[in-house]
């Protein structure tokens, strides 16, 4: 398509305006449309945020909104350089979604005065693009996630394009680097289009950028290599600049357009098309002063923040700013009220179409709540307390097959997981869907297909990353992972947590789907691995962030991992993790049992306690987590036959947070529901999944806290057997009742020869592993006895 | 090279003994060679292990045996899928070095016993690559991390070439995708070289990989594309697979020592090079069951784990494993004794220059202690507690410079970081060094250069990898990282302290130096950013590890934080994390109050106190860091203004493992110290860097522990004043005073006045940077005023 220059021109006028309030923003907080000389106290004392990668971003925002008008395509603009904050915010100022969202910030001169003064000011907004920013789901800080965000996004979504800015700083990272390759899982037929435009500008922060400074022929190369087909845009001249930009991107979108059509027309599958992708080299800092104080800034890293420091007290400086900034010619772009001039705003497209007002950057508008079956239809049929045994993750999976059915029409579930959902014993889910995927399909294949609805990849950055897009886009899922390695996306973790709880604040924000976690294949049964899958720290890790954000479970059997899920599956702006074993173990409540237990969060199990709920106890057995509980109940079944007389309450924590008090988090008990289940003065002995260390953070005001003994994880680990790995740690049976005997005086006399017998049973334990290489029978072979059942020999 | 066919056969039978081995690792505990039909109880009962990328790591190694002894080159062999461990026992006993380490495991029948029984055995070995391997510097089970360890181990090894195997899943990782740009950082001159093997064997636990389902066409495009000469190795017969890879690994040596000898020769800065690469198509479980139970195993997915389950139970299955293993006709690989046949020893090169013997993976052989200048010689001049102000950052630069500079000849320290350097204020540095960068130099860009010892590039993962493997090859470093970002590291940190861990455990590994960072940009002092950049809780990760390995360190002035940087370039073995501003800030301990101080780690600042330290005190006001100790102070300056009579004692922390118990962490404190310290019934009000539960933690067994109240970061942040983020947070002078005041209910009378007024305080403080964007100038100007000091007004 041909483009007349006075269009090309309002576009230029436009860019001009956008860059001109992003200077504003960082510099200004008086005089915003400079109808006055520029006085030292029109500038901020402070001067904070990031110039060099503004204008770019400014620059593609028009050009993306000409495509907008023209074709009528819905556009989200994942912003990957989100430091360039002031110039989201610009764009959709301009634009005037802004001031329909905050209209304190009305689009005219006082509203501008404001615009400007409130960015990276106390009370105002954030310098990166953040949960503030209308029209982003990503924010703009820690980078590396911009396009898995983006195609987590475009999945499912088949009439959106997501255009994904990638700065050159952000491309070093890791999780972009390998995000590239999530070309091998968008299906052109069901999903919508990603359009990558890589920013070379050049810089970081105070060096050049290693894709910068490589050559367009190896950028050639390495695009094609990744799948895409690269067009490059380069130059700094501004009216070229446009004039390319305009043909690159119809060329873009033409090519895309073509691509979904033959895909959605065709009988056939789709194969895995060649998608356009934009290499944009721009100057940094594009547009701003060439130099300041003798020094190279335009075009170079010093351009990276505040390019004229100290405009407020050094004149000098002020001046280049004034000089900057008047060199947009804001008269031209700006009335006599402030607003931007009809040729400028006629460049805008309408109503939800506008970047800023998509309701694709605001998902709780489109979120549907997922149709879930009763998950009492998968529970097992559990009479008798640990006479059936069942692998739970294999039960939930069934549970899990059914929502991706009951959902199959709305399309709006996806399970993520890095190569694990088999290994898992997820893999029912497989009778429902498959995994997605656009490569080559062999005949010998399993579960592969063009669509699917499991997303399997070795990266769990990718896994996490296309999950938040998804979340973030108003759709639901599941992201199953090895206990230990969901530590690698910590840091992804840290920053979608501060999005949610930055996003409860902003009423304009509808509230999203959880994001959930299994997290399986854990610390206490890593069979073909070892001490490097052994780490359940993540639970730590999540307790830091805000009470109102976090959940942990421990569900204990599979009835309870099934009320779990399908709790967490139906809440929304929550990061739920859930640990669960995938190992055949007993199973202990039946659902009506697991039901009442979960909702609680933590209880008394009386029928494997040694006195009435009623009575005070002489001990109490704590436990969370799935192994924890045999190994509690079997020390419970062993003290019993040794101290026939001892009062033994048992307490199962499913919902770790009703440990802290209920002023902390609002899960948590009171201090009289919290003493109920564990006293005030008696000795707790608590088996916990992780490391100690949380239990104790979690009570630590608790009346009875001085009295609890936790055992857990101690970083001792190697390959051996599931129940050696409980006795390295000192988390079995044995360590447990010898816990408990070192707590309770009153046994005295008793409790030696008891304690000889259990010392000897270690001793056996580690002489038989050491040479059978496997646990004794009398371990593998363990059951629970109901009380009245028969003595233990 | 050519190479002759009885070679070519002798290496074929290398080849089959070594996969002989493996499988034997995996399968049996008795009849090692098989000299007995296979019986049941020869079988293990818990068969564990990866089979699949084995027989191509198997392939790799002998034909790098073929190169160390032509060309006497001392190889490294960087193992990424390490879950392949029995290939690397397998290969280490056939050459030797195994029986050399571990005598027991001799190399003979019996040996040959033990070697099977003890794999992934209770009291045994790993299944992964792990410490225990011989010839190991990267652990094999969490991937991502092959090529940035290979890499770090190459840096200034000029004679080393570091033959990395990059598994086709691990190349799906974020980490590993990035990790190919390593070749912009390392010069033929002065580095050894890296030669990647991608091992395509298509297949991950279940699914394709994206790399082994892509065509050659794109293989070669990407891989030219990140500046490699991708070379081809295809294929399923072994013999012509023999032939090609003798072709190939010779044309990449070739390749190598051409690069290299023109780098070394010539006067010029080398110019990058295309080094070359190669890619080894061969398929999974190569050499095992083609088929179980009708469904494919061989070059498929089902070869990843246990090609054959339930060999001791099931005779059918057993008949194929025997069937497999006797292929290999073990009888012509090992002669009566068990020993490998001299055809086969006589393949293996000689002493040191063996892979699983040479002192390049146990770095610690060859680390030469770091000359360390004076630090005091860098000390400020603090006669009075703050009088001075500085940035300790970069007084530490300036220590770091000459540390530099005092070890250039020896060329064995590097500073990683994701181009921060100059932001955390180490750029004192670059009077020593350079950034080193092997791109294109542009004639205005700053401290670049083909040689230089600063490592920069945006991404934690490359630097914390680099870093890794150069300490593991015998060196030393430091890694400055914003504070909320060192998150992204925090998996690898995981494995890094486990292999730590493991290593004391090894009298055969000697001590390696620690794992330095420098967390600086911390949550305090975020400037130009804002909540996405505060997170204060990799010290809570980093806590969960033994206590034998970390340390960490919260200096609160410069003179403390060089004492702390040149304790911690002393040690070995440990992860050292130093928190610290860089933000100008006032000063409080000369040099030798700073020594004592730090050696101490923690200990009452009588000076600032308003008793004697023999004094019991009213009220202890303990910190821990820079921002908390000036907040600290200010608090103890209003409350001795408003009360005159009050004992407050100040007590800062700079070595934050004192406050655990002795017999928890080696730097804990006794009873006795900690009570001298913290008295065991005063209110202690405790100023905290970061996430308050962690003092709790570490305190929670001791006797005052019910008496601390710990101020620290409240997950509140964004773009603000630094004063105001502590306001936010509670950790403000403001808020400790209020906190004091609130646990002294002796002050009741005269309490009410002083609480309103700095209620009003806080008060005036918000509208003050609401309005004007900075903080009050009587916070800004605020000093520390010496007990004898002029009054506050």
């Not at 045999?630 to 033994?648: M, N, S, Y």
């Not at 009875?704 to 050696?724: A, I, K, L, R, S």
Request: glycine share 8%.
């Amino acid at each position: 398509m041909g483009i007349d220059s006075a269009t090309l021109e309002a576009m230029d006028r436009y860019w001009r305006a956008a860059n001109y309030l992003s200077v504003g923003q960082i510099y200004l907080m008086e005089n915003p449309l400079l109808r006055q000389p520029l006085r030292a106290e029109h500038v901020k004392p402070r001067l904070l945020g990031h110039w060099g990668t503004t204008p770019g971003l400014n620059f593609i925002y028009v050009h993306l909104n000409r495509i907008i008008r023209e074709r009528g395509t819905d556009i989200l603009y994942v912003c990957g350089p989100g430091h360039g904050g002031p110039g989201m915010v610009a764009n959709t100022w301009l634009e005037g979604t802004y001031s329909e969202i905050y209209p304190q910030v009305s689009r005219d001169a006082e509203g501008m005065r404001r615009l400007f003064k409130q960015f990276s000011f106390p009370g105002g907004i954030p310098s990166h693009v953040a949960p503030q920013t209308p029209g982003s789901i990503h924010e703009g800080g820690e980078l590396g996630y911009a396009l898995v965000h983006a195609y987590g996004a475009a999945f499912d979504n088949p009439d959106l394009v997501v255009a994904c800015v990638v700065g050159d700083g952000e491309a070093e990272t890791g999780p972009l680097a390998t995000a590239w390759h999530s070309n091998k899982f968008l299906n052109p037929r069901v999903d919508g289009a990603v359009l990558p435009i890589l920013h070379l500008n050049g810089y970081k922060i105070a060096n050049p950028t290693i894709l910068g400074r490589m050559s367009d022929e190896e950028l050639r190369s390495l695009f094609a290599g990744y799948g895409y087909e690269p067009l490059f845009v380069e130059g700094d001249q501004p009216m070229p600049m446009h004039q390319v930009m305009v043909g690159t991107l119809d060329r873009a979108f033409d090519r895309i357009a073509q691509i979904q059509r033959a895909a959605r027309a065709g009988a056939d599958e789709p194969e895995r098309p060649r998608w356009p992708m934009i290499v944009l080299r721009s100057p940094k800092g594009w547009t701003g002063p060439k130099e300041v104080d003798g020094l190279k800034v335009e075009g170079f890293w010093r351009a990276h923040q505040v390019p004229v420091s100290n405009a407020r007290g050094d004149d000098g400086h002020r001046a280049i700013l004034e000089e900057w900034m008047r060199s947009y010619r804001p008269d031209e772009l700006f009335d006599d009220r402030g607003e931007p001039t009809p040729d400028i705003t006629s460049l805008v497209p309408s109503g939800q179409k506008r970047m800023g007002a998509t309701p694709y950057a605001n998902g709780g508008l489109l979120k549907r709540d997922l149709v879930l079956p009763d998950w009492r239809g998968f529970a097992l049929d559990v009479h008798v307390p640990g006479a059936l045994d069942a692998e739970a993750t294999r039960v939930m999976g069934a549970l899990v097959r059914e929502v991706m059915q009951a959902n199959r029409e709305t399309r709006n579930f996806r399970l993520m997981g890095p190569d694990e959902t088999a290994s898992n014993r997820l893999d029912a889910v497989f009778e429902a869907t498959d995994r997605v995927w656009m490569e080559e399909i062999e005949p010998y294949d399993v579960h592969l297909a063009r669509e699917g609805r499991v997303m399997e990849v070795l990266s769990e950055h990718m896994c996490q990353g296309w999950l938040e897009g998804y979340l973030l886009t108003g759709r639901h899922g599941l992201f199953s992972c090895y206990e230990a390695f969901i530590h690698i996306v910590d840091s992804m973790v840290n920053q979608h947590a501060k999005w949610l709880q930055t996003s409860e604040e902003l009423s304009w924000r509808a509230p999203i789907a959880s994001l959930n976690y299994l997290l399986t294949s854990h610390v206490w049964r890593q069979d073909h691995n070892g001490f490097s899958h052994q780490d359940p720290g993540f639970a730590d890790f999540v307790a830091n962030k805000k009470a109102d954000t976090v959940r942990l479970y421990f569900p204990p059997d599979a009835n309870c991992l099934l009320w779990v899920t399908d709790h967490c599956l139906r809440t929304w702006n929550r990061i739920n993790v859930i640990t669960a074993g995938k190992q055949k173990q007993p199973q202990w409540l039946s659902a009506a049992e697991a039901e009442q237990h979960c909702r609680e969060g933590a209880g008394v199990w009386e029928w494997a306690s040694t006195c009435a709920a009623a009575d005070e106890p002489d001990l109490v057995m704590g436990c969370a987590g799935d192994v924890p509980t045999i190994e509690t109940l079997a020390a419970v079944q062993l003290l019993r036959h040794a101290f026939p007389d001892l009062k033994i309450r048992v307490v199962n924590v499913v919902d770790l947070m009703t440990l802290q008090a209920h002023t902390t988090h609002p899960h948590g008990f009171t201090e009289a529901a919290f003493d109920a289940l564990f006293t005030t003065g008696k000795p707790v002995i608590f088996a916990y999944h992780g490391y100690p260390y949380l239990i104790h953070r979690l009570t630590y005001k608790r009346n009875n806290h001085d009295n609890f003994h936790v055992h857990g994880f101690q970083e001792e680990g190697t390959t051996t057997t599931p129940f050696d790995m409980a006795v390295m740690n000192g988390l079995d049976r044995y360590h447990l009742a010898l816990g408990a005997i070192a707590r309770l005086p009153h046994l005295a006399g008793r409790a030696g020869p008891v304690v000889a017998q259990i010392e000897g049973k270690l001793a056996e334990h580690r002489a038989y592993v050491r040479e059978y290489g496997e646990d004794m029978p009398e371990i593998r072979n363990w059951r629970w006895e109901p009380k009245g059942g028969a003595s233990q020999a």
